[in-house]
Nanobody
Framework: VQLVESEGGLVQAGGSLRLSCAAS????????MGWYRQAPGKERELVAS???????YYADSVKGRFTISRDNAKNTLYLQMNSLKPEDTAMYYC????????????WGQGTQVTVSS
């Protein structure tokens, strides 16, 4: 499975940005996909995830502001980010895993999101 994220970008605080992640390869093996982020000097954190059936998870820090979705027909994962804050600045990574639980097996190359104050 290969994952390719769209370009991130620079946005002002309060603005919006949508990330996408195109998946290719053995897509049938994927159960859950998610978005992680890592800011300089901080640990990588799971931002949001979504199952094949559509069940979602959000980190408390992004609830109500971010929306994860997937288009199974297009094999694409999305992350709509609204009301962005400077603390959302990070490298964002798309990830996918074969099992319902456990570690993620596949990773994208990452895309930078910078929110200016």
């Amino acid at each position: 499975v290969q994952l390719v994220e769209s370009e991130g970008g620079l946005v002002q605080a309060g603005g919006s940005l949508r990330l996408s992640c195109a998946a290719s390869g053995s897509i049938f093996s994927i159960d859950r996909m998610g978005w992680y982020r890592q800011a300089p000097g901080k640990e990588r954190e799971l931002v949001a995830s979504i199952s094949t059936g559509g069940s979602t998870y959000y980190a408390d820090s992004v609830k109500g502001r971010f929306t994860i979705s997937r288009d199974n027909a297009k094999n694409t994962l999305y992350l709509q980010m609204n009301s962005l804050k400077p603390e959302d600045t990070a490298m964002y990574y798309c990830a996918a895993r074969r099992d319902a639980t456990g570690e993620y097996d596949y990773w994208g190359q990452g895309t930078q999101v910078t929110v200016s104050s």
